[in-house]
């Protein structure tokens, strides 16, 4: 009985060892949840004469168990002259995994009036920790029925992919008596991450508008290990010693049960 009761304790602490590794081991990084981020508010600053200024940074940190992110917003709403001057604020959140896609300055500064500018841009950094990004260059989908056709530096252009990783500044700056339409993409898009960006579509067409947009995407391979990420409160429900006391609350049962047996008698 009492060899019984000593292997079975030490094969609930090995047990209770393995369980937290195993988790750690498996798992890709499509298991993680994947989130989207709305960075400056969608149809806003609809009227003559208003300014918004967006811009978004993004680092992604992925693993083979998944990742995290670091994202920084920094948005103005003002005078289309000066838009600093107006209402400004720069948030830094953490999110408890990788941002998969952004969305902000569609269907704003559309009303009457005209003069209106928009400045917006998105920049993603995704870092790759002992895992294969496999990347290629952005697709990009931009200034498609735009400007009135007057552009004066949309890059690359003419561009029409499908299900482009970077789409912007589409139905913009039309009105008449375009400014300015400046709107570019670059960098390399990863099969290992999928990342979407959308932007400055349907946006500013109430004549006179200035439009400068830019996205940007940039994927490293790290062949070392993950630095120790910092995750908001409440963007995580787990408890990675919760295996351990799952485990070890079943063996606290089991040999209740034995000693319990043990007490009546009973031969095993």
Do not use: W
Not at 38 to 46: D, H, S, V, Y
Not at 62 to 78: K, L, N, R
Not at 84 to 101: E, I, N
Not at 167 to 181: A, E, R
């Amino acid at each position: 009985m009492h060899s019984l009761t000593k292997n079975l304790v030490r094969s609930l602490v090995a047990l209770a060892l393995m369980a937290p590794v195993s988790l750690i081991a498996a798992g890709p990084v499509a298991a993680a949840p994947l989130s989207a981020t709305g960075a400056c508010a969608t149809g806003i600053g609809n009227g003559g004469g208003q300014g918004i200024i967006c811009e978004v940074t993004i680092v992604n940190t992925i693993t083979t168990t998944g990742g995290s992110a670091t994202v920084t917003v920094h948005q103005c709403q003002g005078s289309a002259g000066a838009p600093l001057s107006g209402s400004c604020s720069t948030k830094t959140t953490h999110p408890a995994a990788p941002v998969t896609s952004v969305t902000q300055c569609d269907g704003s500064l559309v009303g009457t009036g005209g003069g209106s500018t928009l400045r917006c841009s998105v920049l993603v950094t995704n870092n790759f920790y002992n895992v294969a990004p496999g990347s290629s260059a952005v697709t990009v989908n931009q200034c498609v029925g735009s400007g009135s056709n007057i552009f004066t530096g949309c890059n690359p252009y003419p561009a029409t992919t499908d299900n482009a990783a970077i789409t912007q500044c589409n139905g913009s700056g039309n009105g008449g008596t375009l400014v300015q339409m400046t709107c570019t993409a670059t960098g390399t898009m990863a099969s290992a991450l999928g990342v979407t960006i959308n932007q400055c579509n349907g946006s500013a067409n109430g004549g006179g508008e200035l439009v400068i947009c830019s996205a940007t995407m940039n994927n490293n391979a790290i062949p070392s290990p993950a630095p120790t990420a910092t995750v908001d409160a409440g963007s995580i429900n787990s408890n990675p010693l919760l295996p351990l006391m799952l485990v070890l609350a079943l063996g606290g049962f089991v040999l209740a049960a034995v000693v319990t047996t043990k007490r009546r008698g009973v031969r095993i």
